[in-house]
């Protein structure tokens, strides 16, 4: 059964960083794609950052420039390297993974990451 286990969120002030990282369990296959996706509050959820394993990324424009993603395939995890927050990255993050481009989505539980002073 594939599982995926998140942390790193938590309560940072505006300009500050976070890491999130998400570790894909279950799987002997190194994913097609992992990546974060962010639901505000009252908003719909969106793609922030995906990775592929041909290394291939993409990033929503609101965090071009502050969020990195990067993936250790040895360890079937992702990262996610948030620097300069702001307020409105406020958001609950979620891990997402896809074993193959045409296979189910798997989700993490979500972590919450708080921006405020």
């Known amino acids: 059964q594939v599982q995926l286990v998140e942390s790193g969120g938590g309560l940072v002030q505006p300009g500050g960083s976070l890491r999130l990282s998400c570790a894909v369990s279950g799987s002997s296959l190194s994913p097609y794609a992992m990546g974060w996706y962010r639901q505000a509050p009252g908003k719909q959820r969106e793609l922030v950052a995906r990775?592929?394993?041909?290394?291939?990324?993409n990033y929503a424009d609101s965090v071009k420039g502050r969020f990195t993603i990067s993936r250790d395939n040895a360890k079937n995890t992702v990262y996610l390297q948030m620097n300069s927050l702001k307020p409105e990255d406020t958001a609950v993050y979620s891990c997402?993974?896809?074993?193959?481009?045409?296979?189910?989505?798997?989700w993490g539980q979500g972590t919450l990451v708080t921006v405020s002073s």
């Open positions: 997402h993974a896809k074993l193959q481009p045409w296979s189910t989505d798997y």
């Open positions: 990775a592929t394993n041909g290394g291939s990324t």
